[in-house]
């Protein structure tokens, strides 16, 4: 587990933090605590379960329950052993259900949302959290830790469904404990049902043995890093920092890799926001983010900000939509041309500027994010399709750069 500590900082006046521990893991350091700038005379992260989070947690409840002034007081918790974390699949035997449960589409443990219909998982851990489905069809469910309710949540969600991360318990005592989960028999007003959706459960238990020790497994839930930004970490020593910024739910299995992102998704390893990273100056050898800057309200300040934090002689890749339709409403701001994309970067050294995204590709979305593919029938929709994707071989890398889906900048800071 990399410690990230000496490589924060204050997000907004970019000062040291003052790391005040809660608990803390013999073998793996600050477990939980809080990050506080003294400059600032504020509280701006906590560190729940290794993961650093400036941006969501005053609205988190189990924020209360941490109180600078009283963890200063005391001695942090010294736990023995290595953090061992485990993923219970929705198939997994250990899930027990009461009520009507069924598998549905292979992917999940769903249920139509009766009251009295629950998930219980009983286990040894000291941490959990579940991940859960957001639908047009999902209604609300509670948490429950040790048969005491941790928090509802209202699972609906218009348009394509995706599956979101809830923590519902911290650092519990050691031993043995049990998360439920509850069909509460309420939903949204605009929920088309009130079904529940389990992807899984993941946990978090202390073992002594070193064996256990967190082998970093690579996990991406989003678009795959591209080839073209896979090559560049040939060009990161073995004790250099590679930051993905704007990662969504990935984490790459690579010693020098940091992740951070806006949404609260599991994976990342921060959670902070790109227009005020909470990183020291000149700390990456290489800062890549893949279509993040469509989604900044200020891309300009977003390319200062990862140039700031990328050392003198590192590389910065970017790439963002084009010709994309809108998506991931709201946050969705700014699409930029090849010469709009180097704008942002004026102050480095441009070294490439790429494009992507065939000219089927773009009318394809295009006409989904139009709706009229709904109004051709399957067997009109395809022939057109075939039409278009026979001229992608008449338009030249040269003429794609007037329509392609997206651009991308390399850079160097000088
Ligand atoms: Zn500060």
């Not at 941790?150 to 031993?175: F, K, T």
């Not at 339709?325 to 942002?344: C, D, K, R």
Request: aromatic share 10%.
């Amino acid at each position: 587990m990399k410690d990230l500590l000496p490589i924060l900082c204050c997000p907004r006046c970019k000062d040291d933090l003052l790391a005040v521990p809660n608990v803390l893991v013999s073998r793996a350091g600050l477990k939980s605590g809080l990050l506080a700038c003294r400059r600032c005379e504020e509280i701006v992260a906590t560190v729940r379960n290794f993961k650093y989070d400036f941006v969501h947690f005053k609205d988190s409840p189990l924020f209360s329950q941490l109180c600078l002034a009283d963890l200063e007081a005391q001695q942090p918790v010294v736990l023995e052993g290595y953090p061992v974390d485990e993923t219970i699949s929705f198939d997994d035997k250990r899930l027990h259900t009461s009520g009507s449960w069924r598998i549905w589409e292979d992917n999940y443990l769903m249920t139509e949302g009766e009251v009295g219909t629950s998930v219980t998982f009983r286990g040894v851990f000291t941490d959990v959290s579940i991940r859960l489905l957001n639908s047009e069809w999902s209604g609300c469910a509670g948490l429950y830790l040790d048969g005491r309710l941790v928090r509802e949540v209202d699972l609906y969600q218009s348009g394509w469904p995706i599956v979101r991360w809830y923590p519902v318990a911290y650092d519990l005592s050691p031993g043995e404990h049990e998360l439920e989960v509850r069909a509460s028999g309420r939903k949204n007003e605009k929920s088309r049902g009130q079904q529940i959706f389990v992807k899984e459960v993941l946990i978090t238990r202390l073992s002594a043995s070193e064996s256990c020790k967190d082998g970093r497994t690579e996990i991406n839930r989003v678009l795959p890093v591209f080839p073209s930004v896979r090559d560049l970490f040939a060009n990161v020593p073995q004790d250099g920092l590679i930051l993905d910024c704007g990662s969504g739910d990935r984490i790459l299995d690579d010693p020098r890799y940091v992740s951070l992102d806006w949404e609260l998704c599991q994976l990342p390893m921060v959670h902070g926001d790109v227009l005020e990273l909470p990183f020291k100056s000149e700390t990456f050898d290489l800062v890549f983010s893949q279509a993040l800057l469509e989604h900044v309200s200020n891309p300009f300040v977003a390319a200062e900000e990862m140039c700031r934090v990328t050392r003198h002689g590192g590389l910065i890749w970017a790439g963002m939509a084009f010709m994309q339709p809108v998506h991931a409403v709201p946050s969705h701001y700014f699409n930029a041309t090849a010469w709009g994309i180097q704008e942002l970067f004026k102050k480095m050294e441009i070294l490439q500027v790429s494009w992507f995204g065939e000219l089927s590709s773009t009318v394809d979305w295009l006409c989904r994010a139009s709706g009229v593919v709904e109004k051709a029938s399957p067997e009109e929709y395809q022939l057109l399709m075939e039409h278009i994707r026979r001229m992608d071989a008449h338009v030249s890398y040269e003429k794609l750069q007037n329509i392609a889906s997206g651009v991308a900048v390399l850079a160097r800071k000088p």
